[in-house]
């Protein structure tokens, strides 16, 4: 099945980090899902018993990103994913992207991010 239901850019403000100064000082966190599941019944009953809550999703990834505190990125995505993948036995496949666009690295980036596939 190739359906999709796609989230981008959630955005929260968490303390995640390896260093001291990251989880004293927090900063920008954004996060994508894409979620692989049959969407055929929703899309001919347009009922939204039969899909997932795109906002229960979005709220479901604010409060890991704002809740407890993880050293790596990696660990956050895969927190993540596997909420969502055990609240919905009807994913087949999700893919979480953690975006942590202010990482404290020494080269100029525009973003770092990981992708974590379940």
């Not at 995640?16 to 966190?29: C, L, P, S, T, Y």
């Not at 909420?83 to 404290?104: L, M, N, Y």
Request: aromatic fraction near 6%; charge should be negative; glycine fraction near 8%.
């Amino acid at each position: 099945m190739s359906d999709k239901i796609s989230l981008k850019g959630i955005w929260g403000f968490g303390y995640h980090g390896v260093f001291d100064h990251e989880a004293k000082n927090g900063q920008d966190f954004f996060v994508d899902l894409e979620i692989s599941l049959d969407l055929s019944k929703p899309s001919r009953s347009d009922n939204l018993a039969e899909t997932i809550d795109y906002g229960s999703l979005a709220d479901l990834v604010v409060e890991e990103i704002t809740g407890e505190r993880v050293q790596l990125i990696e660990r956050l995505a895969g927190r993540i994913a596997d909420r969502i993948k055990s609240g919905h036995p009807e994913i087949t496949a999700i893919a979480v992207t953690v975006h942590k666009p202010k990482a404290p690295v020494s080269a100029q980036t525009s973003d770092i991010s990981v992708t974590i596939t379940r």
